[in-house]
Every structure is written in structure tokens, then in C-alpha cells.
């Protein structure tokens, strides 16, 4: 089944669309944390090996035998199927769960960044965090309205929020409500200068109640598999068995 098929679908259903699930095999992929700079962090190996058990077009699901923590952003270097060089993908570890053993399961959605000209409307830069709070990207403190609706939600109720802050990596919003960690949202950013809206999907890393009521979500921009990536990350046959069935 190609991936086209799974972006034509309502995307309330993506995050059933599994589309390689291997629990019996050994497949392996390369981690290492996603940093601009040359800083380390403090416990996190520079590269270690992990496991890979099932892919979908939005994410990846890792065994490792470190436990990454939840909101760290990562490179993953996985075997390829129809190439000899790993597929490099950019991931963000949402949950974190004990395993088998030593071993620790990572859900991961896949990342994506903001661009200078995305950022330039809310004066904003990709500029590399010096913190060591485990932040990639400086954030930057904005004044600006958006809108969303949970994705996964039965009804695609629109909910207003107001930007707390923005980096290239990821977003602040206050909102009236909680949401669940993991929660995919689709946003509607309006821009503070130009007034044009941007559409982005996000998943919600951390929701913190406030002293006045309010709700800070923070998260992380989503992005997904091109079709040559998943194409060369599926095994051969699995395009022949779906048109079987």
C-alpha cells in the first residue's frame, strides 16, 4: 500500500496507518541526538544502537537499551531495504515506556523544523540553543493568535489559543482546556506582522495547568515519511500483500 493512499485519508485515522510492523525481526537503527551545536547532553549517549519495531507514516517506534527522555529530539539511522545507505530521519521522542529486560520503548513521531521565513513573520530566527535545558532552538517570546483542532478527534471542534512562543523546533500555546500528551493537533498560525496564516501540525510534548486557569501546551511540529523513504524502509513484498488484500 503506498503512502499516497494514507495522505488522501482523513487524518483522524493516521495514527492507525501502520504500514511495516515487525516484532520478530532484528531491524537495527543508529540514534543520536539532534544538536546544532557541539554542546553534549548530560547522560545521552553521542550514538547508540536500537531496535526497530513498527513505522508509520508519521513515526517510529524504537527499543533501546538507554531510556532517551521524552521531548528530546533525535536523528535515527535506519536499514534500508532497497538501498545500502541508512535513511536518516528526524524524531521526537513522545513517550517513553519500560520494556522487556533492560530495554526501553521510545514512541517517536517524526519532526519537522521552521524555516527563517517561517519564523521572520513572528520575529523569530533559527537560532541554536546555548541552554542546557535540553532545547535545540532558542524560543522566542510572541504575541499572536492561532487556532487548532485536535486531528484525532471525533468532531473537528476549532479551539483559540494564544502563542507564548516560538522556535524552529516547536511552539508554546495557551489554551483553555488540557490535552493529553501525543495529542495531534492541526494549527492555524496567524502570522504577527504579515497577518497570513500558516497551516502546521503539532503533537503536544507537555500540558502544564497555569496559575490563572489557562493550559501551556508545548509542542513539536510534525512531519512525515516522503514516499521514496517509506518506500525504501518497507520490506519488498509488502506493496504485492497489500494489493492481494
Known sequence: MSATFWRQIDWRLWRQSYLAHTPDTERLAWIRPYRPNAD????VPARSVAFVRDISLGGITLESSHEFPSGML?????QSFARPVPV?????VIFVSKHRG????LSCCFARELSDDDLRDYGAGRIASEA???????RFPVQAEASFHSVMSEQHNK???????????????FVDRSF????????ELLGSKSGIARQVKARV??????????????????????DEELQSLLPGNTDEKADEE
Open 102 to 105: 533492560p530495554n526501553w520503548l
Open 180 to 187: 493529553e500528551v501525543g495529542s495531534l493537533l492541526n494549527l
Open 205 to 226: 510534548v507537555h500540558c502544564r495547568q497555569q496559575n490563572d486557569g489557562q493550559f501551556l501546551l508545548g509542542c513539536t511540529y510534525v512531519g512525515e515519511l516522503s
Open 74 to 78: 533525535l536523528h535515527v539511522d535506519v
Open 88 to 92: 536518516t530521519l528526524l524524531a521526537r
Open 132 to 138: 542546557n535545558d535540553g532545547r535545540v532552538w532558542v
Open 159 to 173: 479551539w483559540k489559543a494564544r502563542i507564548a512562543n516560538i522556535s524552529a523546533g516547536g511552539i508554546g500555546l
Open 40 to 43: 553534549t547532553t548530560t547522560g
